[in-house]
């Protein structure tokens, strides 16, 4: 990351303490990773685009609410798909060295079930809501949905096991030649307290 970059990242995370309405703007690299029209929904928000959640839902996202619905039309309904979801700022932007820190993973969800929302799968990594530690500012949670290969059985090694945190999706994705991702999601918040 560019110094200039730095500066303004800090910025604009030192003004979201203070205002929301600057906050509700994405920077142009934020608002371009949302593509294939997923939408994630929680009890008292929808999110079909990427957004940065708002100060009054910060802590029901992070220790009210339970996994939100994913839903995403236009896929193949016949076909089975993979839902990741990390955080690449992990535990902070500035210092990103948990980085891809795994808060859930679904496989085998069938076509037809996430065309209504219903994301049932094998879990290989149980939900972790968001929640960004004190003092980091803002942190990006991504959903991204990949569509898998007919016959194939998927599934954490040891290692990825062994800790949320440090994961890296794309050997996974490559292991199991996952395709896309065809949908992609992103909200940003920050802990509630901040």
């Not at 896929?75 to 798909?81: G, I, T």
């Not at 990103?96 to 209504?116: C, F, M, Y």
């Not at 800790?163 to 490559?174: H, R, T």
């Not at 949908?183 to 802990?191: D, E, K, P, R, Y």
């Amino acid at each position: 990351m560019r110094s200039l970059d730095i500066i303004v990242v800090l910025w604009v995370m030192s003004v979201c303490h203070i205002t929301t309405s600057i906050c509700d703007e994405l920077d142009h690299e934020d608002a371009k990773f949302c593509s294939g029209g997923l939408k994630v929904t929680y009890p008292d928000r929808v999110i079909d685009g990427c957004a940065i959640i708002p100060q009054e839902f910060r802590e029901k996202i992070s220790k009210v609410w339970g996994p939100p619905q994913v839903q995403l039309t236009g896929v193949n309904e016949n076909r089975k798909y993979t839902l990741l979801m990390v955080d690449p700022d992990a535990p902070s932007l500035m210092n990103p060295s948990l980085a891809n820190w795994r808060h859930w993973v679904i496989v085998g969800i069938k076509g037809s079930g996430l065309v209504r929302g219903d994301i049932r799968g094998d879990e290989l990594s149980a939900y972790q809501p968001p929640t960004p530690p004190h003092g980091t500012g803002l942190h990006r949670y991504q959903f991204l949905v990949f569509e898998q290969p007919d016959g194939q059985t998927l599934s954490l090694t040891p290692k990825e096991k062994s800790s949320l945190g440090n994961w890296d999706p794309k050997p996974f994705v490559q292991r199991f030649g996952l395709t896309g991702p065809v949908a992609a999601l992103q909200f940003l918040t920050q802990n509630h307290k901040d």
